[in-house]
């Protein structure tokens, strides 16, 4: 079969040829990869040698080149630039897939020359990268159910099926509520807004064929819009509508997915043998189990509420000293929190934004990975996948890393929120393959773009993410890049964060859009002293996700979330003014995929490590220590999942972190 997704790509570093693909090809050529990868597998299954790592692990790692091929680019698409061709194909492909990989995952001989290969791991004389494939291969099968015979097998078959197709309706159920959503805005309803959210707002009403500006569901217009319009009125329309996403009722409600899939997470949890799926799911964790995460999260509630409380009473008294009576609201708090932080601190993010261009703080990021790591960027010119696209040949020493392709810009046919993911991940196995990595944020276009804090956090964040793709050097895809314990994947991506905060950093990239000159060193200390500005809120918000999420997993499945939602609010005395970061019907973290069920709590997980690490460099040398940043690399960045996390963690540190680390970084204590 001949088509541009599986011919060989002749395009500079094999980046996928996204301008000959069109969408009709995708149908018949996963039809064809499938076909492809089940004869692989059938091969390997039913070769009648002994097994050995060769012949069967090793050639379960390369089989299904065209499978990796034809989902790369479908998924990429699909996540970062959307249609109802797509999305049709999406909800068509789901079953499918899920089908296909549990054929292989319950392929009983298959999984019995796993198992005997298992059962003589000590007398086949492996490479520790071996023998943690075979661990990895051998623990996935079980996982999966390939223990299972009879009706639990077929069970857990029907159950991941469904699961697989469920993820995909809650994803595009939120996707088209962020996308029909807008509020428009008449001249007067402008008043109050700085410059770079009405300029934001006109352009998204030009997106959305709009007579004038409009607010949409996208963060990047929606929350400045909280932050500085003096409207009460517009503000709680925008904010009940935003979190309303996935709980609007009709044919884009997300409620029913979420007690559907609860209860068949619980069903195949209870089919392996576990208590429950938070049993199930943190057993490979760092945590290893749910009282660890609640023990974590807790500790770090407490403070961060007392926190949390102060700050609501002072808002609440600002409100009322403007002649608002009654309780502070959740459409409240970004409105008086920003007056809070300007008074404070002096610090007008309308002022501060044009010294945060989205092409300096690219640069920013280039820059520190090059103090860090060697690392070399030139900008490439190649066909992607949309016009926003921008693509870098990272290299060192004149050695081709990676490709990296950034896609920066909020869209309609984009999800919200930002990822990273890889196209090609780094291997040496079948064949050297250097990664193509890609970072997918939602920024407001401008002219020049300019970023708020936040988003130069999270440009930051999600290039940590790249780092660890880019600088893998393991021999086997399966454990290359940020393929490690979900509590563990965060870490790169948080530390990158720090760098953002190195004092010479803003020094010399944050400069004005206009004139060009750097930022004064009075703003730049301003920035820093409000770095952890309103901390109670962030940590409330984010924690009680995590919470909610733990109890959804631990125990039985709730026949109703919503309600479950509540309870768990109620028991931890959620401040009213707060809402959840991520509500149950548009919580895609938990209920789009697999990904972070039972495992939102990994970003603090994470966040603990981060904080300590950073103090690992600021202990040493500084920011820019080369003995650490070696240390990073070769423990932690370069090595993929081919060690425990936590054995990697104490190969870099020489010890496990507490949580006081993070709490003083969050400013939560006074020590």
């Known amino acids: 079969m001949t088509n541009p997704i599986l011919s060989d790509w002749t395009?500079?570093?094999?980046?996928a040829p996204f301008a000959d693909i069109a969408d009709e090809d995708f149908p018949p050529t996963l039809e064809h990869a499938m076909q492809a990868?089940?004869?692989?597998?059938?091969?390997?299954?039913?070769?009648?040698?002994?097994?050995t790592f060769a012949n069967t692990i090793e050639a379960l790692e390369a089989a299904g080149e065209q499978m990796d091929k034809v989902l790369s680019v479908f998924f990429t698409?699909?996540?970062?630039?959307?249609?109802?061709?797509?999305?049709?194909?999406?909800?068509?492909?789901?079953?499918?897939l899920a089908a296909h990989f549990s054929g292989?995952?319950?392929?009983?001989?298959?999984?019995?020359?796993?198992?005997?290969?298992?059962?003589?791991?000590?007398?086949l004389g492996l490479s520790d990268e071996q023998a943690r494939v075979l661990m990895l291969t051998h623990r996935g099968f079980v996982r999966a159910g390939a223990a299972l015979t009879g009706d639990a097998d077929a069970r857990m078959q029907e159950i991941?099926?469904?699961?697989?197709?469920?993820?995909?309706?809650?994803?595009?159920?939120?996707?088209?509520?962020?996308?029909?959503?807008?509020?428009?805005?008449a001249e007067?309803?402008?008043?109050?807004?700085?410059?770079?959210?009405?300029?934001?707002?006109?352009?998204?009403?030009?997106e959305k064929s709009a007579d004038g500006p409009v607010v949409t569901l996208s963060r990047s217009l929606i929350v400045p819009f909280l932050q500085f319009s003096p409207r009460r009125d517009l503000r709680e329309k925008a904010y009940r509508a935003w979190t309303a996403r996935g709980a609007n009722g009709g044919d884009t409600d997300n409620r029913e997915i979420a007690v559907e899939t609860l209860s068949l997470r619980e069903e195949r949890a209870k089919l392996l043998g576990y208590d429950s799926f938070a049993d199930f799911k943190l057993e490979t964790e760092m945590a290893r189990t749910p009282d660890r995460v609640r023990d974590l999260l807790m500790q770090v509630w407490e403070p961060a509420k007392t926190r949390a409380d102060a700050d609501a009473a002072i808002l609440t008294q600002m409100m009322q000293e403007d002649g608002v009576n009654g309780p502070l609201e959740a459409w409240d708090w970004r409105y008086y929190a920003e007056k809070r932080r300007k008074a404070e601190h002096d610090l007008d993010e309308a002022k501060l934004k044009p010294y945060l261009q989205l092409d300096r703080m690219i640069e920013a990021s280039f820059a520190c990975a090059n103090r860090l790591f060697g690392l070399?960027?030139?900008?490439?010119?190649?066909?992607?996948y949309h016009p926003d696209c921008r693509a870098w040949e990272v290299t060192r020493n004149d050695q081709h890393i990676a490709v990296f392709i950034g896609d920066y810009f909020a869209r309609g046919s984009k999800r919200s929120g930002a990822w990273c993911s890889a196209m090609r991940s780094q291997a040496k196995f079948p064949k050297e393959q250097a990664p193509v990595v890609i970072n997918v944020c939602n920024f407001a276009k401008g002219d020049p773009a300019l970023l708020s804090y936040d988003d130069a956090r999270t440009l930051f964040h999600e290039f940590g993410h790249a780092l660890h793709q880019m600088l893998s050097d393991v021999t086997y895809e399966s454990i290359s890049g940020?393929?490690?314990?979900?509590?563990?994947?965060?870490?790169?991506?948080?530390?990158y964060e720090h760098w953002l905060e190195v004092p010479e950093v803003l020094a010399e990239f944050a400069t004005h859009a206009e004139t060009g000159a750097p930022m004064p060193q009075e703003m730049l200390q301003k920035v820093l002293q409000a770095a952890n500005f309103d901390q109670g809120f962030q940590t409330v918000e984010y924690v009680a996700s995590a919470l909610v999420d733990l109890a959804f997993h631990d125990g039985a499945a709730p026949g109703d979330p919503m309600a479950k939602q509540a309870e768990v609010l109620d028991a931890i005395g959620m401040p009213q003014a707060i809402g959840m970061r991520h509500a149950t019907p548009h919580f895609a973290h938990v209920f789009a995929g697999d990904g972070y069920s039972s495992g939102y709590y990994s970003y603090m997980w994470s966040e603990v490590m981060d904080a300590d690490a950073f103090a690992a460099f600021e202990e040493a040398g500084g920011a820019f220590d080369p003995e650490r940043a070696k240390a990073l690399e070769d423990n932690i960045l370069s090595t993929g999942g081919s060690r425990e996390a936590e054995d990697l963690y104490l190969a870099f540190r020489g010890r496990l972190p507490g949580v006081e680390a993070l709490l003083k970084g969050r400013g939560l204590v006074t020590a």
Not at 86 to 95: H, I, L, N, V
Not at 161 to 181: H, I, K, P, V
Not at 376 to 384: G, M, R, T
Request: aromatic share 8%.
């Open 11 to 15: 395009t500079p570093f094999e980046i």
């Open 37 to 51: 990868h089940n004869t692989q597998i059938d091969a390997i299954a039913e070769n009648q040698d002994m097994p």
């Open 77 to 96: 698409v699909a996540g970062a630039d959307s249609n109802p061709v797509r999305e049709q194909m999406q909800r068509d492909f789901s079953p499918k």
């Open 104 to 123: 292989i995952s319950s392929n009983k001989a298959l999984f019995q020359r796993v198992a005997e290969l298992w059962a003589r791991k000590d007398q």
């Open 160 to 185: 991941k099926a469904r699961l697989a197709l469920l993820g995909t309706s809650f994803t595009q159920n939120l996707l088209a509520d962020e996308r029909d959503w807008f509020m428009t805005l």
């Open 188 to 206: 007067d309803d402008l008043q109050g807004l700085p410059d770079f959210v009405i300029d934001t707002a006109r352009a998204a009403g030009e």
């Open 376 to 384: 070399e960027f030139k900008p490439l010119d190649v066909p992607l």
């Open 482 to 495: 940020t393929s490690v314990a979900r509590d563990f994947v965060e870490l790169p991506s948080q530390l």
